[in-house]
């Protein structure tokens, strides 16, 4: 990895940019309706289609579609990505002329840990406007983006965690909104970019104790399924505007994802109103066919597949057997339209049938010198400082006084390894600073071991660097996984850190002058239980994988320049979780097999470190206010409660309607108050909890957070708009939304306020 990132900024950085690819240029195409501006972009994919013979429409339906020159309509290739910047994966952007980097934000893990919708939000932004970019000067042959990810990281031995949001539904669901307004642009009829929800849904395991990905029969209850793993995808179409989904490899309840009706079309398009396109994950078609024998021919696989409500396969597979599948009566010419409106229409949203897209007021005067910007630069080191974790920090260690730090000692695999900032889905960065690098901008007198041979630390340097550990004032440990332990395609088999790694962090804090200070670089989390109890490590920090700015964004928080404010949005769990079956999708605990549940809502067991964890240099006090009024709980008394197994009751949120829910709706407010020393940004959390978790209810759960800058002594109030019926309420057996007669309290850190709903 270290070769390719360095033969990747090794290239040059001139070159001539080219013409970006466009149908309907002024006189060519006269007189055909898909090219009149005037009408509705449903009626002109309509007639686009219309014109089309049955062998074109085939060619259109996999990832890259091919051109009708008779029509003027170019090739399109649908696959690109833009997870945390515009990446190598997909086969739309290209890094080979004018522009050959773009700016590499931390991986979204680490930045959903800043709790920070407008942050979110501006990363999406400069993306898309780096990927509207690229389009214009010839380097992109699409604009549809194939992300954000957001499914629930519900297992943390699951490589691709890092791509994710974390384990919270609520936090999933307002990164995905957040994230897809930015990717796609402030004008829903004129796209920046297409944006992409996957991988719906339930998908959350490569490979474990021999099950792969491929042919992954998992097994969700209508209550797993309503109130956590679906609700970042409804959020994603309903609120955020996706227009696309993508379906995952995995078989949910016997059906894969890609073959289902009731997810296709009676969920997203019907009942969430997906104003877009479903795609299939890559080659996603073609395994229901050949690794889980869903039907037995490829012309039953493919009608399965289209006639459930998919328009596009990641893949060649439709393309190929699509003509037979129709000869041979397993589905219509009919089929393959309603498809082909749906992705037309998309890409007439995309402007790609207005003409040079270079005119376009909106965006046609973006170009080579909006990619990597220093705009965009400062905003992936605000985004990587924004994120960064403070877990410990024993007597203060932290931060540390520049003129203090004559000499420092830097050992780890993870300090200056390039690959070790970005994770996986990465594309070549502007520029980077390894952590080394930034901490030699601050120390003159610094010493680096690699320590390690690698992430996995078969080989280690123990005595060399307790040697080096002992003759240095300071001693900062970067250490941590890399994508050989966990990535797309590979799920880690133990917590612990790699190899020798725990022996040789033990051993330089013993040799150490001072308290060690521990930055983990890891997407998953890790059971560092023996780093939290040895008082020889003063401070830990996780910084994720923190992007291009990542060694500079570290250097500032380790000296002070900035005040650390991230949370954690996954649990740390300690290595015994790993006895629990990946294959066991249950969210909820159940007491009577020991099975322990997932996700700080569910889980009844010792943890390493909790969701939501993350110190500051300051003390931040914080005090909620809700008014005595809230929201007209009269009306609940006129409905039906229903009776729970524990003595309690429930009422069915469809039943109080969305005007009752309306009406139910009431105000809270935290006030906040940086005591110092130090300025910073401080992220509220707001949590709901009831009495007892029994009837299926959560332990807690997240109603909502603000993240807000205050300087030393300065307070804010932090409003938070509450609704009962989307807050307290959880999902029954049945996976219908119920909310609880009774009590529920607001929490936020140690403060609760009881509220009350009377049967």
Not at 274 to 285: E, H, Q
Not at 381 to 409: F, Y
Not at 556 to 580: A, I, Q
């Amino acid at each position: 990895m270290v070769l390719l990132m360095a033969a990747i900024l090794a290239l040059p950085r001139i070159a001539v940019a080219g013409n970006p690819p466009f149908s309907c240029a002024p006189g060519a195409t006269q007189g055909y309706a898909f090219c009149d501006r005037r009408l509705p972009v449903e009626q002109r994919a309509a007639d686009l289609v219309a014109r089309l013979s049955l062998a074109e429409k085939v060619s259109q339906l996999g990832d890259e579609a091919a051109g009708v020159p008779r029509l003027g309509v170019p090739p399109y290739k649908w696959w690109s990505e833009g997870l945390h910047g515009l990446a190598f994966w997909g086969h739309g952007m290209h890094f080979d002329g004018a522009v050959r980097a773009i700016t590499s934000f931390p991986q979204v893990l680490l930045t959903a840990a800043s709790f920070d919708e407008k942050l979110w939000y501006r990363i999406g932004q400069a993306i898309g406007t780096e990927a509207r970019a690229l389009y214009n000067i010839g380097q992109a042959e699409g604009l549809t983006i194939w992300s954000p990810n957001v499914n629930i990281f519900r297992d943390p031995r699951w490589g691709r965690g890092q791509e994710t949001p974390g384990e919270d539904p609520t936090t999933a669901s307002k990164y995905g909104v957040a994230f897809v307004r930015g990717l796609q642009g402030p004008s829903p009829m004129t796209l920046q970019t297409s944006a992409c929800c996957k991988h719906a849904t339930a998908y959350d395991l490569e490979a474990w104790n021999g099950v792969i990905r491929y042919d992954y029969k998992a097994w969700v209850t209508a209550q797993d399924l309503a109130d956590t793993f679906n609700p970042p995808f409804r959020s994603c179409v309903e609120e955020g505007k996706a227009s696309c989904v993508m379906c995952a490899y995995t078989t949910v309840n016997g059906i894969p994802a890609c073959a289902s009706s009731d997810l296709l079309t009676k969920t997203f398009k019907g009942a969430w109103g997906l104003n877009g396109y479903v795609s299939s994950d890559c080659d996603a078609v073609a395994l229901m066919h050949d690794s889980q024998g869903y039907r037995p021919t490829p012309e039953d696989t493919v009608a399965a597949a289209l006639t459930a409500g998919l328009d596009l396969n990641c893949g060649n597979y439709t393309q190929v057997h699509g003509m037979a599948a129709i000869q041979q009566g397993k589905m219509s010419e009919h089929d393959v339209d309603k498809a082909l409106r749906n992705l037309f229409t998309v890409r007439m949203r995309l402007g790609h049938f207005d003409g040079d897209p270079r005119g376009s007021a909106l965006y046609g005067g973006l170009g080579a010198g909006d990619v990597c910007s220093p705009a965009h630069k400062a905003l992936s080191l605000e985004a990587a400082q924004d994120g960064i974790v403070l877990l410990k920090n024993d007597a203060g260690i932290l931060p540390l006084s520049r003129p203090a730090v004559g000499s420092a000692a830097v050992i780890g695999h993870n300090a200056n390894d390039p690959a070790a900032l970005y994770g996986n889905y990465f594309g070549p960065p502007c520029e980077y600073t390894t952590p080394l690098q930034g901490i030699q901008g601050y120390v003159k007198n610094v010493a680096f071991l690699a320590g390690c041979d690698s992430a996995a630390c078969g080989i280690a340097a123990t005595g060399q660097a307790a040697g080096l550990a002992a003759s240095s004032d300071y001693v900062i440990m970067f250490m941590g996984l890399s994508q050989r332990q966990e990535q797309e395609g590979l799920d880690r088999v133990s917590l612990l850190l790699p190899g020798q790694q725990q022996n040789l962090i033990t051993a330089v804090a013993s040799a150490a002058k001072r308290p060690v200070i521990l930055v983990l670089l890891t997407g998953g989390p890790v059971d560092v239980t023996f780093a939290k109890s040895n008082p020889k490590i003063g401070a830990i920090l996780w910084a994720g994988y923190p992007g291009q700015a990542g060694g500079l964004a570290i250097a500032k928080v380790l000296f002070g320049e900035h005040n650390p404010s991230g949370r954690l949005p996954m649990t740390w769990y300690p290595e015994d979780f790993t006895r629990v079956p990946m294959t066991d999708m249950r969210m909820r605990a159940d007491p009577a097999t020991g099975y322990p549940g997932r996700s700080y809502r569910f889980y009844k067991g010792n943890t390493v470190y909790k969701f939501g964890d993350g110190l500051s240099y300051s003390k931040f006090s914080r005090q909620l206010v809700v008014p005595s009024t809230t929201g007209n709980t009269d009306l609940l008394a006129g409905l039906t409660a229903t009776p729970a197994a524990d003595g309690g009751a429930s009422y069915v949120v469809e039943e109080i309607g969305a005007g009752g829910c309306e009406q139910l709706k009431f105000p809270a407010v935290v006030e906040v108050h940086n005591h110092g020393p130090l300025d910073g940004k401080h992220s509220v959390l707001m949590f709901l909890r009831w009495p007892n978790a029994t009837s299926g209810r959560p332990v807690s759960q997240l109603v909502g957070f603000r993240a807000q800058h205050l300087r030393a002594g300065e307070k804010a109030r932090l409003r938070f708009d509450v609704s009962p019926c989307e807050h307290f309420s959880w999902a029954n057996e049945d996976g219908k939304k119920v909310l609880g007669a009774g009590s529920h309290f607001l929490r936020v850190g140690r403060d609760e306020y009881e509220i009350r709903f009377e049967p």
